[in-house]
């Protein structure tokens, strides 16, 4: 089982940054990576960028490429989001999540486990 602890939201005007870290413990051997998801107020949970934990290969939601970065630290079990250029439709609860299965399907939110309990970004305008 592996346990998932994010950090860094808050609140930020339009056109500031974030930065979100997401911690992992526990049976974090053998994952294929980790993902960050977000949901809105009365929206359904939607992908914004998930990282290979072996390759480095990233992979983003339309909306937010260009504008935020994901990194990984497999050494200390972490996961960044770097939120640039911020939009009022940023404003979501943010999660992270481990990618289990070894597949393509990394924008699949059906294909991710252990989620956090996730962090608060609100962005203002």
């Known amino acids: 089982q592996v346990q998932l602890v994010e950090s860094g939201g808050g609140l930020v005007q339009a056109g500031g940054s974030l930065r979100l870290s997401c911690t992992a413990s526990?049976?974090?051997?053998?994952?294929?990576?980790m993902g960050w998801f977000r949901q809105a107020p009365g929206k359904e949970r939607e992908f914004v960028a998930a990282i290979s934990r072996s390759t480095g290969s990233t992979f983003y939601a339309d909306s937010v490429k260009g504008r935020f970065t994901i990194s990984r630290d497999n050494a200390k079990n972490t996961a960044s989001l770097q939120m640039n250029s911020l939009k009022p439709e940023d404003t979501a609860v943010y999660y992270c999540?481990?990618?289990?299965?070894?597949?393509?399907?990394?924008?699949?939110?059906?294909?991710?486990?252990?989620w956090g309990q996730g962090t608060q970004v609100t962005v203002s305008s």
């Open positions: 526990g049976r974090t051997f053998g994952t294929h990576g």
């Open positions: 999540a481990v990618k289990k299965a070894y597949n393509s399907m990394w924008y699949t939110e059906a294909q991710y486990g252990s």
